[in-house]
């Protein structure tokens, strides 16, 4: 079998997953900027391949530990147990090449949620079903010792998540240095539940059977509020290209908060929204102005806008993520 390095080939056959003289086709898929991502066809089957990077493809000198690709694998199965129809099924692993398989989802039936936002096809009961897995997700895991200690992953939430958005940021605003890092710093020293680190619309499947999860590479057992955070963050840029969406978009946001919050019953509602409020603004900030831009995002003037936005909201912050959201759609309609 020919692929295209000699070692995804040996992995296949050491791995039960293919025979040696079975013939196999590769095919690149788009895998961010993180990891390099193929799908495999082999007779009668599709595999998914991924391999996680040492260096990030972006503009900036990102690195980060090749050992993200094992949490990973970690998360999905987590995740498989406790919602199989909401990540790919996990196939085998290499820790130490820092490769695994999954099954492969066809784009036919698993559009990527990104493309339908920013085709202007913003469904609220998708954003809602987002919130129902997240949750769901979370309060499994939440206050489990044994996860804490198989996701003691902090050096490496760091180095994707914390250095790369909020202390890139604060470098970029000065003014905002004091308390950018110290919630870097509040939100590296919490415990509290399985964070998926980049729950993003690019990383989410529109599936038969609901929405399914993909790249977890920044698995992490600390504060649930990033991920709420992160996700929300997203639906409020698309508000930037699909301005005639951003009523839906915001109705969106809405619905994934509420259904999040239905299935968050391990600490008090006001503690874990209060924290991904304080959030939220800082990290709309840093898709403008940290080490991962988002792409669509390049005018000038939306640039503007989302910084006179995000800088009062990172002094002052507020406690509500519908007021956050509120005030995103006035400074818009503006």
Request: charged share 20%; aromatic share 8%.
């Amino acid at each position: 079998m020919n692929g295209p390095e000699s070692a995804l080939g040996a992995f296949l056959v050491s791995q039960g997953l293919a025979s040696a003289q079975e013939p196999a086709r590769w095919h690149a898929l788009a895998g961010g900027v993180s990891s390099d991502i193929w799908r495999v066809d082999l007779p009668g089957r599709s595999l998914c391949i991924k391999r996680a990077l040492a260096r990030l493809k972006v503009s900036a000198d990102w690195q980060a530990p090749v050992s993200r690709n094992a949490y990973e694998w970690a998360w999905m199965q987590f995740a498989a147990g406790h919602a199989p129809d909401s990540v790919p099924r996990p196939l085998a692993h290499d820790p130490e090449a820092g490769l695994f398989a999954m099954s492969f989802l066809s784009p036919e039936d698993h559009p990527v949620w990104k493309d339908r936002l920013m085709a202007g096809e913003v469904s609220t009961s998708t954003a809602r079903a987002v919130g129902q897995v997240l949750g769901e997700l979370h309060a499994a895991s939440a206050r489990k010792a044994e996860l804490a200690a198989a996701f003691d992953t902090t050096d490496n939430f760091r180095a994707l998540r914390l250095d790369p958005y909020l202390l890139a940021t604060a470098q970029r605003h000065p003014a905002l240095s004091a308390p950018l890092t110290a919630l870097a710093e509040r939100t590296a020293g919490l415990r509290i539940a399985l964070v998926h680190g980049d729950v993003s619309p690019k990383n989410i499947l529109v599936g038969p059977r609901g929405p399914v999860l993909l790249d977890a590479e920044c698995a992490w057992y600390g504060d649930p509020a990033f991920d709420l955070a992160f996700c929300l963050n997203h639906l409020l840029l698309k508000c930037l290209v699909r301005p005639d969406q951003c009523e839906a978009l915001l109705a969106a946001f809405a619905a994934l908060a509420d259904a999040y919050f239905g299935r968050a019953g391990w600490e008090p509602r006001a503690e874990l929204e209060g924290r991904a409020a304080r959030l939220l603004p800082a990290l709309l900030l840093a898709r403008i102005d940290g080490k991962s831009p988002v792409e669509y995002v390049s005018d000038e003037a939306q640039r503007a806008l989302v910084r006179a936005f995000a800088l009062p909201l990172v002094l002052r912050p507020v406690s509500l993520l519908s007021l956050v959201a509120g005030e995103w759609g006035l400074a818009l309609a503006r």
